[in-house]
């Protein structure tokens, strides 16, 4: 039955370096309506405030994805033959002008979600997980498990830019599209603005696990809290690459020491294995600062982890749906 | 006199890695009324297409001019000995919305211009020069020298933005800032959108001169025809980094291979000595893609190259008004 | 007429760092019967003797050819206005197995040329050449005009290998390929192992012209001899990169000082217009050694100034031939 | 009252990348007797046996130092808001006679201490600490809580030079400086010249935690040994970032594979909190080996910690005296 | 006695930048007899699918190695004393064609084998181990501890080669060379081409300690199972870099994030102290993809902690011989 | 006959990535009474007033030197058929103490002019030419074509150091080493410290062909005055690689815009074919700032440039001596 399904590349015929760098070597489509599983790009860093370079991340990733293998090598399991899966694209956006590109981007979203497919996207700045959740999440506010050495829920910039890279979960709140009770940050660190950073997201109840506090209780204390908090209701997964420590991922526009390592981060992912899983980005590859490629493969391959789990729940649900 | 003057940290006493890196070495000034001349920065790329990163150019071309010296090699002449010149610091920007950045660096600069002080800025993308027109030049338009690989006289993108680097000449000559028939371009080259690319410069009456054409006809050729088209009325010298070969100049956000050495470019600079000069700019540096730093030392060069001229020019006015 | 046929992405519209990075932006074809040039990459480095890396070389310059507009800026003529341009995927290889790569790359070659299409190809180390010839020029000897820092007219290496990137030219006279008569090096140069390096070239009558008389004749009169040399028979261009000085193309395996600038070489394939072409090749990218990634924009400049030549020759022929 | 003491720049109103890179955007201040903690670079790398570079260390790390914002995440405490902080500037140096730096240095220290202000340095190769000791120890030796992979005690190199970055603790011993009952070494390790290499260090009862005992015995312990020796008494923290392994600071003059992870750094850094500390410095960044500018990123969040820390003890013992 | 034995050049005198940089600064051989231990090259990658550059790996080894010491700082013994060491020069290769390579290099090392040396070599892909074996081990299988992501026990690729840095254990198993039973691979991880890539291995008897359970059991446990399965008899160690993560081996061919750390590395290979070793070597250190050089650093450190355990063995050995 | 002689290893049967890196491939000799030519390294840059680094300069060009082969390209002649070379290793140095440093160097060089081999050495900063000069020209002053963007006759630093790389060629014509009257520097560009930057030079006669100057008149007037200036009297040639633009030699402590290219470079060396050398060297090749390695292939060609000019001269002299 598997090879029904979009399959990668077989490097054993094609070697890593050879053809189009399509995500993971899979087929590309433009129809979301061929896909159950849509991995996307959205090459949008409008909402840096410091280093640019996001935008440049669908295509680094893409290019180390060819690095990823078929099967996962804890479970056993390849994604791809449990659903179809496919590379459709980039969604449109305007490096000049902020709204039109945060419409542009909901309008491609709506698309996939409104053919059915569950959007695995990789950015660009995390301000792009913004509209996704305005294109999957308007009915009902999702649950969210979000990787991240910063909160991102400040509030305004520059005078009074409602919409950066450090807003877009306090947008999302606002908006009815994030449910703060089930919303989960793991690895918050680093220097605070102020020490009222993080008032916004405690007061409306997101649940911080900084790094501190990781480092103190460990994976398993911190998968029984974020799957205790996001329940078995529909949940988001956002993995801003700078969760890790910059030795693991320099490539990304706000670094932070005292970071997650890529082990760990894997860890946590597949700890999350059997939750209803709706969608899950991978974030802040910025390539310009990415000497030697390495954060772009940390990207490819953490997207490989979330398609693993996010596969077996949208595999599940459609064994649960009468067709 | 000449001690009266700021003057560059001596590098024969504190070496060049030392101290904190303004342009040129020189001190730091809040007040533009303190200068005849003003550096300062305009750390901006919110109009940029494709590769962001010119945000971060004034930063690392004042830490590169840390290798200047005082003096010009072929005049012999100081451009401390004749002005006072200072580090003004940065114009306000805002990373996240264009509008707002046009209007918070037009105010900077009109402050400079209003205090008497000629702006020598390190940009920032091509759009950066718009502002300064708006600050410089709202009661007459002035000329300008233009050296770059593009004409940057395209119409919209997009969809329907008028402000990108790709538009300031042709937004500079609709608002009467600039004279198009004053207006010189020298070293446009590379590949086209469409063959009418060049229509609007050409309709209005700016002076393309190729890359293919300069090879042609050599340094001096080039700048009898700049001198006659510019003439001794007011003129702006704007100096785009990726007119240089990417060899020379690698860390852009446009690279066109096929351009001009540093050695032409600073032939040409020297050429437009005794011009009535009235602002001057070198942009597009962008130090994500400068690997190795060299495009940053490019850029410190080739602003003391326009400081000596416009210093001169400066004094010289300095001397035919009565005070 | 020109809208029938394949343009590429419109970088007003989509900017260039989003979408799958195909060769000009263009679309993919697997059918090389839809077009009339075959833009395609050979990944395959097996011949290299010393640094080896031009196996990534179709994926970079396929990325770095996002920043190549439509429409070539002397002529003011697009090639897709002309003919029928596509990406036709990677070149078959076996990293591993240097008979069964030079086999299954002569294959996917004589699979174009029987649809009647001409290839432009991307190696991959100059070796894939020879299996290119052997697709196209099995009826008869063709002409070549050479651009390259070395002959590549090598007879055996250690001990008694017939194949390297320093031997296929050798190879193809011996095999009736090569016209050795119709063929010119253009800017050989470099210490070399033996004063009888050049023997085997001179023998069989191919006209070197070394850097050194290049630097003394100049761009015309090197293009009158080329011209001469190759006639109106048809002709095919090698470009390999290190022709030009590695400031220039720094990510080579063989980098020679003292070689041509980018201009010269865009001159120089500039004055072949008109020739009758029936490929051409861009060879020796090796991005693992191009730092800053502008060897890979030179190659895809390169590649456009052949497309644009190739183009003309092909819309030609296709005006002589009765369908 | 807070707001009568100097503060960092606000990235929210002006973006990181713009202004003059000092210390953490503090403002710049000439006279010592305007802060409490003097901020300084010491721009020398004359003691370097191997790599050099670490000159390049202050400029660097001033730049990174721009990313690290007011509040400490941990403490929500700001030393902003406990006492005067300002960038002092770089000390004088002379990057050609080793003798005449050291004296150069100590000179400014002594300015420094003499104005009662408590220095916090970033340097330069590990020698500069001893003069830094000679400025502020004269009176009495102090304890030291150092963090390195080396000892830094050795006796003489190429013949009899006593003055090297690796033999700054045995000099300060010897001078009475540094009382070695008083000091410990955390994080020691790395392949011997000999094994007598930490004869010295033992014999004067120096107590070194090697990264073996570090590793098998984890922070808590580390900490409470560390406190036990330093004991109540004035206490300097030297951290030289070559502590970290080299995946996250590989900017250094002496890598050593095996190292200490940032975020133990900082958890050892903030155990300390509440000691009785008078001065600490972070020495060997090497940006010319620090390839993505990641090291000096390490160094400015280092300097953050030791600021946080050094703050409380200046603000405590401030308050313990009566003025 | 020892000053009897070969020693590497005196850091204290030569500065470690100074010299020919061979393997440790020790002295160069051309006979294999008059060493114990032969440090040597084998610089071909002829066996890499992916990303080539191994070939590489010797030089920049050695070139790093000039700064490792003389003296472990565990054990606080020098192989040096122990035993005559010495650098052997590079086997010979072939680039070009495989199979001949692997004659070459069996070739040589059957020469040091012959002469009673035991080989510690510095690769090369994984490959080059099979014609060590076939060197060393032709007439009992030999057991062996296998540091890597890979268990490089695949079959076929790109049609029918069965020569790869991914096949030579099965090969070895295959050929009587390795005894599968007594062969431990220990940081085994990475998606997987398909469920049954370590069909072979399991199937042979090959015990897999996946990075996953590594990282479940520690490094204790690790080593107890690794001695267990080795016991005695004679074993070889191979040491592939990309068994670190890659934030501490980014420069190597096929990195796997999730990895080790060197300090894990360390504590396992010391923990194999007093085995009855009969080779090592260190692998796939790729330098055009080490950008910073780090990746050669850890080759050249892991060498050192190799060279001491095995010196160790050889000791032991000559001890237990009647001469 | 020419086999009598030392030849580099045959790239045709050892990799050019084999073996270890002397100079050239050559031989390695201890004793310089074996050679008429020594090729050395100085590896020292205690005179570095600002980027160190070329103290790893013998090493990298070393390293890159594999790439050259034996034979020149334009002549045809094998320096290796007419002289004895063979690379001599590295002076011994001091990289801690300045004035020990010079004498460490001359002593070395003056064993080397003992045994009457000529010396052709690779910095090291441009101080090394100095006890290069005191060890060869003790009897009479010398003369000397020296190729740099600096004249390096300044006389003071940092208060009262007469020894910087800024200084050399004053000291030497003090010292009665150089004969300013047979000296001619060429390239000489870039801002000045003051305008009296030039007056010793001036004053004692050295004639100065600035870039301008040459960029005016051309290779062959620049060659007729160089070798007017000179005459037939015994002349050293200094290579500072700063007189190569930046874009070709990047890897350098002092870069300066608007320099040569290499092939003039190259044209303007041949050129001094027939003139009676003494010696010669490369400095300033500073590999922590040579992203991507070309300044030492660079380094490594200037290198073999000069040897075979020198070689010539050596061989001459040999044969009008009778023995």
Chains 1, 2, 3, 4, 5, 6 share one sequence.
């Not at 950015?123 to 509209?131: A, M, Q, R």
Request: include cysteine; hydrophobic fraction near 40%.
């Amino acid at each position: 039955m598997s090879h029904a399904f979009p399959q990668p590349l077989d490097a054993y015929q094609v070697p890593r370096f050879a053809g189009l760098p399509t995500f993971m070597r899979l087929p590309a489509f433009e129809d979301p309506a061929q896909v159950q599983i849509a991995l996307l790009g959205i090459p949008w860093d409008g909402g840096t405030t410091n280093r640019a370079g996001a935008r440049h991340g669908p295509r680094e990733v893409r290019n180390m994805s060819s690095l990823i293998r078929r099967v996962h090598p804890v479970t056993g399991l390849s994604p791809y033959d449990a659903v179809r899966v496919g590379d459709l694209g980039d969604a449109p956006v305007n490096p000049i002008d902020l709204l039109d590109a945060l419409k542009r981007i909901e309008g491609f979203l709506a698309s996939i979600h409104a053919a059915g497919a569950v959007p695995l996207s990789v950015g660009g700045d995390h301000l792009v997980t913004l509209p996704v959740f305005r294109a999957i999440a308007r009915q009902r506010p999702i649950g969210m498990v979000h990787f991240d050495a910063h909160s991102d829920t400040n509030d305004r910039y520059f005078g009074d830019n409602p919409y950066t890279h450090g807003t877009p979960f306090r947008r999302a709140v606002e908006e009815g599209l994030l449910d703060p009770k089930r919303t989960v940050q793991i690895g918050i660190r680093g220097s605070l603005a102020s020490a009222s950073d993080t008032d916004f997201a405690e007061q409306v109840g997101i649940r911080i696990i900084t790094m501190e506090e990781f480092a103190d209780i460990g994976v398993e204390a911190t998968l029984r809290e974020a799957r205790r908090i996001v329940g078995n209701e529909p949940t988001y997964v956002s993995f801003d690459v700078d969760v890790l420590d910059p030795a693991f991922a320099p490539g990304t526009g706000t670094p932070e020491i005292g970071g997650m390592t890529t082990l760990q981060a894997q860890q946590l992912i597949r700890g999350l294995r059997g939750l209803n899983l709706i969608g899950a980005d991978v974030v802040e590859v910025a390539p310009p600062f990415d000497v030697g490629g390495c954060t772009a493969l940390v990207g490819a391959t953490m997207l490989f982890e979330l398609l693993c789990i996010v596969a077996e729940s949208v595999a599940d649900r459609a064994l649960q749906t009468p067709k």
